[in-house]
């Protein structure tokens, strides 16, 4: 029996392989999943619709699941047509989720081509794509070690 959230077989497979700083990405409907990938990495695709299913609640799930160790966002653009002021909105959902599972640590932003360097390294080895519409939802979570 599971003891956490997750029931998805696919994603506890690969997560059951997965070891200290393996990374998994919560993908959101924006991001080009099947090409932007580690060459070891498994895809997912939860996106059954717009809106469904969102990051957020892919993050609820794996925190049950597995430790967290560093949560990385794709940095947002201060300038130009998709320019934001401020953290994305869904940053701060994400922020709640790792207070509510007592998870202590910050959301480290990477510059937008380097995440795409990052998710492409062979620790990459989950993709779960979703079909969040929010701007810069992307997460990229690297797997830490499990205390007793």
């Known amino acids: 029996m599971l003891n956490h959230q997750l029931i998805h077989p696919k994603i506890n497979e690969v997560l059951g392989r997965a070891g200290h700083y393996s990374r998994v990405l919560i993908a959101d409907g924006n991001y080009p999943a099947y090409n932007a ?7 997912v695709s939860l996106n ?6 969102t990051c957020t609640e892919v993050l609820k799930a794996l925190v049950t699941a ?7 966002t794709m940095q947002y653009q201060t300038s130009g047509p998709f320019a934001l002021a401020k953290d994305p909105p869904v940053w701060d959902h994400y922020r709640a989720v790792f207070k509510n599972a007592a998870v ?3 959301l480290a932003p990477i510059e937008q081509f380097k995440f795409y360097e990052t998710v492409a390294e062979p620790e990459h080895v989950l993709t779960i794509q979703t079909g969040d519409q929010a701007l810069y939802a992307n997460l990229l979570l690297t797997i830490g070690v499990r205390t007793i």
Not at 37 to 43: K, V
Not at 48 to 53: C, D, F, H, T, Y
């Open 48 to 53: 059954l619709a717009p809106g469904v299913v």
């Open 104 to 106: 202590d640590l910050e």
């Open 37 to 43: 990938r580690g060459p070891l990495s498994e895809l």
């Open 66 to 72: 597995i430790p967290i160790q560093q949560a990385n």
